[in-house]
């Protein structure tokens, strides 16, 4: 709209009431996205730059790649109506839809990122190649490297999965019985076992590192 | 001592420079008018000079301005080709070259220098040349050292003719805007001013509205602040005769002004104020610096009424820049305001405040007559710009606001027998599209609604539009309800409005970080307006919803308090809903009585001190600091008409 045309005039003073009032609604927005973001990711892990528009990730076999950032954006409507007749309610209702489109956006990049990650090194399982969820499950471990937190103690993978493909594979669980868990906690012990000692490795490349 | 230096630089050496046509015609006219002893009343020493060289001017004005003593008024006057090399505006004369204007013609931070250096009381500087308006660069440039004040007379208007990409428009007869200064300084013409002496800005402005009148493609600059008073540019034609010579007399004046001298530490303070306005008005701002200003001065010699004078004359016209609708109005309040501190011993005070408040009626009454076509069109006009999520505070704000200040207009009309020609009407058609379009933003969201909804409750308007009226008070009052009585205190920050909707919307909590108005005063002002409005038996029902609910009155010891930041003495009379002993209130008539028994007789002394203009100027004290209420005109009384106005318990307010 030119700005001839533009009928809104405003009028009075009111200081930077208006832009803090703004402000503090795209607060909102970014702190339930961070909470949502948290549910995922834990904040620790959540790397911040302050430059730039790329960066290096160092792979473990010495090569790099480049990331970038992904921009997620959510585009609402505020009808005039509801500022002419105060209907503050659709406040709330804004700032929710924003936030559930965000944090879907950033899910679905994620998952992609991971099985794009997982796709490159051929480190997949086909779960349709197996007899039931349960043993896919099993062949997903046996793949996966564990990793350890910052003090050292072993971290177990999430896994994400929908509600009907939890419950089948719950189903399947109690279906294969103990032996299964059993082999399961086998592998999860031994993978543990192997986390802490590569770290261990690691450490002692520090001069000042002694074992505990 | 009054001199003027006019320069009219038609012919040039050059031949890439054409000749003027109307150059000469232009300072023989401003010439004649500024030396005519009945207008622009400038000494018989003054100079002018048609198509001199870079050297002859230097000359004059070294004579001029670097005179001892220095004059108290100095104007310069230059008529020609301009132009802005390296971020610097120049004056070309006869031997100026393109090309070479840094060596060859007058840079305007040339003739700054020489005005720092002498130090005249007031400068007046007017350009009537292409691209003058280039000359904001360089002003803007010495306003940025860090000896901000200390480069620049406390007294300095200048009147840029054309913008810097613009030309400036000329006929055989001379340059439009010299033409219409002229007209205007010899009253063919009249300005909105009634002041004894037309200062430039004033003039200024009237010069632009008259080009933009005529379709002028040419939009003037004009600048100004005076420190030490209204400057004296010219004589007024139009003066009122009622109004005295504001400072000393036309000659007599100081070379340096006592005011200047008693300023000298505020001066960076108020120039800052003043290119703040640019970007929008902070009325506590605004009225804080007033105050500590005013403090530093001689009340008793009429120091502080022609200090605040000439900054009323000063500030609107840069508030006006910032291009928020009213903010004019807004700095007029603040200004007749702040003398309601020295309304009892400042002699020249009571002119002043008159003065600055009918100016007052006139801006309200402009900025109404131009809302009200927009309005009528499109409910949009009242938006903001940018809008958004911040119109579901801004809105209601400035509802409440336009309401308060449509009331105070018509209070001081009334006051002083000002005929509106059209402010009424306006008026009346604006409540009835507020009431048409907007009965949702008729909300209660802060107690700073209740300073503007006591003016409004308390004016005639409220009486003559009684239906309107009534119909405002119901939806505030239902409103009130619905949120429980709970509103925001006075000052509240954007963020803390933002959570405040978001606890209401959401139905929870409200954040610790959130300051609600306890006790409210808008309580106080609703159960007011409705015993004015006679309206007790609808709210009486509906008490009980604010059950243990407090409201506060508050009572200055003494109205010369009022427009204090915070007011330091007085009394907080704070009266409870529902309370078992002492003050509490389940009717209208027991807050009627309660009000009667702890009030009166603090609002009986207030009100037998204060004055017709002092009364005015409290009235606009609660525009421009909305968390004071001038309970002496807005008591729970039903108001009664008499043939000078509405009584209310013994006083007349109007």
């Not at chain 1, 086909?126 to 997903?140: R, T, V």
């Amino acid at each position: 709209m030119a700005a001839s045309d533009d009928p809104r005039r405003g009028g009075f003073s009111f200081g930077q009431l208006g832009e803090e009032f703004d402000e503090e609604f795209t607060n909102t927005v970014r702190n339930l996205c961070d909470i949502e973001r948290a549910k995922i990711i834990s904040p620790e892990n959540v790397a911040h730059y302050s430059h730039g528009h790329q960066w290096l990730e160092l792979e473990p076999q010495g090569g790099m790649t480049k990331s970038g950032f992904e921009t997620h954006s959510h585009e609402g409507s505020l009808q005039l109506e509801d500022i002419r007749l105060h209907r503050i309610e659709v406040i709330p209702r804004h700032v929710t839809a924003v936030v559930t489109e965000m944090s879907k956006q950033f899910t679905q990049m994620m998952y992609a990122e991971v099985a794009e990650g997982a796709d490159a090194v051929g480190n997949t399982v086909d779960a349709k190649q197996f007899e039931s969820p349960a043993l896919a499950f099993l062949e997903g471990l046996k793949r996966l490297e564990f990793g350890v937190d910052r003090q050292g103690n072993p971290s177990r993978p999430q896994l994400h999965l929908g509600q009907a493909a939890l419950e089948a594979l719950q189903r399947d669980f109690e279906k294969h019985g103990k032996p299964l868990q059993d082999k399961i906690e086998e592998i999860t012990k031994q993978k543990e076992r192997e986390a802490v000692e590569r770290n261990k490795s690691r450490l002692r490349r520090f001069k000042g590192y002694k074992d505990a | 001592m009054r001199s003027c230096l006019v320069i009219g630089s038609a012919t040039y050496e050059s031949d890439d420079l054409d000749e003027l046509l109307g150059a000469k015609t232009d300072a023989d006219n401003v010439y004649a008018v500024l030396t005519d002893p009945k207008l622009g009343a400038y000494d018989s020493s003054s100079a002018k000079l048609i198509d001199p060289t870079l050297e002859e001017v230097r000359d004059a004005l070294a004579k001029f301005v670097l005179s001892s003593p220095p004059p108290d008024v100095f104007t310069f006057y230059f008529a020609g080709h301009g132009d802005v090399n390296g971020g610097t505006f120049y004056m070309l004369l006869r031997n100026s070259r393109i090309g070479q204007l840094s060596r060859t013609a007058l840079g305007i931070t040339e003739v700054f220098s020489l005005v720092n250096e002498g130090q005249p009381q007031q400068v007046n500087i007017v350009i009537d040349a292409c691209r003058a308006g280039g000359l904001v660069f360089d002003l803007t440039q010495a306003i940025k050292a860090e000896s901000l004040g200390a480069h620049i007379s406390p007294n300095i208007s200048l009147l840029a003719t054309a913008d810097i990409a613009q030309a400036a428009e000329e006929t055989q007869e001379g340059g439009i805007a010299t033409t219409a200064l002229v007209r205007a300084i010899r009253g063919d013409d009249a300005t909105p001013s009634t002041a004894s002496y037309l200062d430039l800005v004033t003039l200024g402005t009237h010069v632009a509205a008259r080009m933009a009148e005529a379709g002028v493609a040419q939009a003037p600059i004009v600048w100004g602040l005076n420190l030490t008073g209204l400057s004296r540019f010219a004589l007024n034609p139009h003066a009122a005769k009622s109004v005295v010579p504001l400072i000393g007399t036309m000659t007599g004046a100081a070379a340096s002004s006592p005011i200047a001298q008693q300023l000298e530490g505020r001066r960076d303070h108020l120039w800052r104020l003043y290119l703040d306005l640019g970007q929008g008005v902070d009325l506590g701002q605004l009225s804080g610096e007033l105050e500590t200003a005013m403090g530093l001065l001689d009340s008793e010699a009429g120091q502080a009424s022609d200090f605040i004078l000439g900054l009323s004359y000063s500030l609107p016209p840069r508030a006006r820049a910032s291009g928020e609708p009213f903010a004019n109005a807004e700095v007029l309040a603040a200004c007749a305001a702040s003398l309601v501190k020295v309304g009892k011993k400042d002699p020249k005070a009571a002119t002043a405040i008159e003065d600055i408040a009918k100016r007052f009626v006139a801006a309200v009454d402009a900025e109404m007559a131009a809302l009200e076509l927009p309005l009528l069109n499109n409910w949009r006009a009242l938006l903001s710009r940018p809008s958004g999520y911040r119109d579901f505070v801004l809105l209601p704000l400035r509802i409440s606001k336009l309401l308060g200040y449509m009331a105070a207009a018509e209070v001081v009309a009334e006051a002083h027998g000002i005929v509106r020609i059209s402010g009424e009407c306006t008026a009346a058609n604006i409540l009835q599209r507020l009431l048409t379009d907007f009965e949702g933003s008729f909300v209660c969201l802060s107690d700073q609604q209740a300073a503007y909804l006591s003016v409004f409750f308390a004016s005639p308007i409220c009486l003559r539009h009684q239906p309107e009226a009534e119909q405002i008070f119901g939806l505030m009052f239902a409103d009130f309800i619905a949120r429980g009585g709970r509103v925001l205190a006075t000052q509240f920050t954007g963020s803390s409005a933002f959570q405040y909707c978001w606890a209401l919307a959401t139905e929870t909590p409200m954040p610790a970080t959130v300051q609600l108005a306890v006790p409210t005063t808008l309580l106080a002002v609703l159960l007011t307006a409705s015993v004015r409005l006679n309206n007790e038996d609808a709210v009486d029902p509906y008490l009980h919803f604010l059950d243990h609910h407090g409201t506060n009155i508050y009572i200055p010891e003494d109205i010369s308090e009022f427009m204090r930041p915070s007011i330091p003495n007085g009394v907080n009379v704070t009266l409870s809903v529902g309370a078992e002993h002492g003050l509490g209130i389940f009717t209208v008539a027991d807050f009627r009585s309660a009000f009667t028994k702890y009030c009166s007789s603090a609002l009986e002394k207030l009100n037998s001190d204060i004055s017709p203009n002092e009364r005015i100027a409290a009235t606009l004290a609660c525009m421009a600091q909305p968390d004071r209420i001038l309970w002496p005109t807005f008591q729970p009384v039903p108001p009664v008409e008499t043939a000078k106005g509405f009584a209310v318990d013994g006083a007349t307010d109007g």
